[in-house]
Structures are given as C-alpha cells and as structure tokens.
C-alpha cells in the first residue's frame, strides 16, 4: 500500500507584496498552520486574489507532492520554505503521476477528490524570487493539483490521509499536464476518453473540447 502522509498544512490571506518594484496582491504567501477547516467553496482563513483564475469549487484544497521540494532544491541550490509554491496541502507519496482525476481521498474529516491538475502562474517565480520555476515546472510536470470537497471537515497535521476509491479511467493528473503542455496534436480517442471522466473539472473540459473542434475543423 503506498504510504501517505502530511508535511505541511498551510493556510493565509492575499497579502500586497513588492517584486522587482513592481506592487502585487496574491494569495500565494501562506504561513504553516496544524489544522485546516475544509468546506465546500474555501478553506476557512485562506483565501485568493483573483477569483478568475483561482479559487472556487473546484479549487478548494491546493496541493503541492513533497517530493518535488527536493528535486528543485537540488536543481538551484537555494533552501525552499513551507508552501513555497502556495499549496495548503503539502503530502508524500501523492505524486501528478499517482494520483487520477477523480480519485476520492478522506484526510481528516474531509473527503476529497482530485479534480484538476494545476496551471501555474509567474506568481511562483516571485514567491521564489526565481524566474526559472515557472518555465521548469511546466517543462517536468511538477505542477500540483486541487482537490474539489465532497465532505467538510478539519484536517489537522496529523490527520491520516486515506484512499476511498480510484477512479476506473486512471486518467493521471501527469497525463493530462503532458496532453496540455506538451501534445500539439493528440488524438481524438486520447482526448474523449479524457472527455469521459466526468469528474474532471469543468474548465478544463472545455479546453479539450475546444481543442477537439479544433483538431476537426
């Protein structure tokens, strides 16, 4: 059984930054918290800038793999803090390749469910002070994911994160990253059964089905 579990929980308010001197509101600098309350629309305390492109149902819990934090400390040298890439869930073991669009987790009180992989911003590279990230993240597929909340409930640093079900299309959240980063044209059978899975989010939906009259036309 693969072994899972939390390194950090993280949680803030959009707060107005200075980058370059250039000003900036993001809600990218989250502080280390022991808990999270996880509802349907937000995580109580935590809360984004630009409601457009972050946030909402389907975008609820923002989760970063562990792993990577090595991989890009080694990569630049440079010493990452908590939420460094402004995820409120920071777990081992839950890689872009282990986990599939619907896949159904309980962490804590709260059941959750992938439902999208994520499109990183260049607020990373500021949040970093590192204009490289951003570039290599989309390159190596390590962008994170979000979970949508089936159930509410508190997630606390030592809550137990535990699979209830897989989804039976196993479409990976690196699947897709490849599809939409790094497949020019991809076959219409790849994109429908994408299509298929229901519980991929609705944004993201679209973008294939745009792409596939694309692809027809």
Same mark, same amino acid.
């Given at each position: 059984?693969?072994?899972?579990?939390?390194?950090?929980?993280?949680?803030?308010?959009?707060?107005?930054?200075?980058?370059?001197?250039?000003?900036?509101? $993001?809600? %990218?600098? *989250?502080?280390?918290?022991?808990? =999270?309350?996880?509802?349907?629309?937000?995580? &109580? !305390?935590?809360?984004?800038?630009?409601?457009?492109?972050?946030?909402?149902?389907?975008?609820?819990?923002?989760v970063?793999?562990?792993?990577?934090?090595?991989?890009?400390?080694?990569?630049?040298?440079?010493?990452?803090?908590?939420?460094?890439?402004?995820?409120?869930?920071?777990?081992?073991?839950?890689?872009?390749?282990?986990?599939?669009?619907?896949?159904?987790?309980?962490?804590?009180?709260?059941?959750?469910?992938?439902?999208?992989?994520?499109?990183?911003? $260049?607020? %990373?590279? *500021?949040r970093?002070?590192?204009? =490289?990230?951003?570039?290599?993240?989309?390159? &190596? !597929?390590?962008?994170?994911?979000?979970?949508?909340?089936?159930?509410?409930?508190?997630i606390t640093?030592?809550?137990?994160?535990?699979?209830?079900?897989?989804?039976?299309?196993?479409?990976?959240?690196?699947?897709?990253?490849?599809?939409?980063?790094?497949?020019?044209?991809?076959s219409?059978?790849?994109?429908?059964?994408?299509?298929?899975?229901?519980?991929?989010?609705?944004?993201?939906?679209?973008?294939?089905?745009?792409?596939?009259?694309?692809?027809?036309?």
């Amino acid at each position: 059984m693969q072994n899972r579990e939390i390194i950090y929980l993280s949680k803030g308010l959009p707060k107005k930054m200075v980058h370059k001197n250039e000003a900036y509101e $993001s809600g %990218i600098w *989250k502080e280390q918290c022991e808990e =999270l309350y996880v509802g349907f629309d937000e995580i &109580t !305390g935590d809360q984004v800038a630009n409601p457009e492109y972050h946030g909402g149902s389907e975008r609820v819990v923002c989760v970063y793999p562990f792993e990577h934090y090595a991989h890009w400390e080694s990569v630049f040298g440079k010493t990452l803090t908590p939420s460094a890439f402004g995820e409120n869930l920071t777990p081992i073991g839950m890689k872009e390749d282990q986990v599939c669009i619907g896949d159904v987790f309980q962490i804590g009180e709260a059941v959750l469910q992938v439902s999208q992989g994520r499109y990183p911003c $260049s607020t %990373i590279n *500021k949040r970093n002070n590192n204009n =490289l990230l951003l570039k290599r993240i989309i390159q &190596t !597929g390590y962008t994170g994911y979000f979970f949508r909340v089936l159930e509410e409930g508190k997630i606390t640093a030592e809550s137990q994160i535990k699979k209830l079900s897989s989804h039976p299309e196993q479409i990976s959240v690196s699947s897709i990253h490849h599809l939409y980063f790094h497949d020019p044209s991809p076959s219409i059978e790849v994109i429908d059964k994408i299509l298929g899975v229901e519980e991929l989010a609705g944004q993201w939906q679209q973008y294939l089905i745009d792409l596939k009259e694309k692809i027809q036309s």
